[in-house]
């Protein structure tokens, strides 16, 4: 793909104000309104393609064989990448259509399913040995609820890698736009962009919190951190994003953490031990 075809795929992002929310409220977060222009944009883009997802993999190591569970999978990309290198691989979203999507890329076998993250999750407890939380923990206020279905589906002693936007990017992101006090750094805060991509425009909000509140929640839930990554972009970007990486080869936009669950947390979900009966839909 040449470095132009890489541009039509991108999207821009602008900072908006809280109002424009409240105006219209169905119409933030609705990911099954702009799926296959999301999912385009999410296989070729800088962020996503050769920032976030190799990083996530890189952390995730030798995963042949082991049973992993891909949180807010989307149209499958980070699915498919684990499933090629010899993982048992289910996924789960929100969005009907992100989902239809992931199946037509990974065969009308595959275990993918209609839920959301913070209600019960229709797995039975210690499911998996890896779960993958792919930038979708940052669309919850509380981390609480989602993080205990998340320990009770993992086999004790499994692994939670987890990225989500960072916390300093985001303050820098409304102080660089001075609006400085719509995002004190150490406040939990809802923040909003508007998304433009393959000729739409939506707007997506999502949750800011800072990193003392970021490691509670995951100890709290029963988990201990092993990692915290701030990488690098992947080594390709270099040649297919040359005015990007030379203006900034380094730069912060997601922070990761690998995390293990704890052999004998004492924590259970809210929702009981095992309940995998109901849950959300988009």
Known sequence: ?????????????RLVSPSSVSAEPSKVNDYDSFAAAYAAANESNLVNAYYE?????????????????????????????????GAMVSGFDSSAGML???????????????????SPLPYPDDTFDDVMASLVLH??????????????????????IASVDHPFAVNLIHREA????????????KWTVEWSMGGR??????????LHAMIEAFTGAGFHITVISEPEPDP???????????????FLCFLFFVLQADEHSGVQSPHGPGDGGRYGSA
Not at 201 to 210: A, C, F, G
């Open 178 to 189: 001075g609006r400085e006090a719509e995002c004190d750094y150490f406040d939990t805060t």
């Open 1 to 13: 793909m040449t470095s132009s075809e890489h541009q039509e795929h991108t999207f821009s992002t």
């Open 53 to 85: 997802r190799p990083a996530m993999l890189a952390l995730a190591g030798d995963v042949a064989g082991r049973r992993i569970l891909d949180v807010g999978c989307g149209s499958g990309a980070l699915s498919v990448a684990l499933r090629d290198r």
């Open 100 to 118: 239809g999507l992931a199946r037509q890329r990974l065969g009308d076998g595959a275990d993918l399913r209609v839920a959301d993250l913070g």
């Open 236 to 250: 390709a970007a270099r040649e297919l994003f040359p005015e990007a990486i030379g203006a900034e080869p380094r």
């Open 139 to 160: 669309y919850l206020e509380d981390w609480g609820p989602a993080l205990a279905e998340l320990r009770r589906v993992l086999r004790p002693g499994g692994r939670l």
């Open 201 to 210: 425009t939506t707007l997506v909000s999502r949750w800011n919190r800072p």
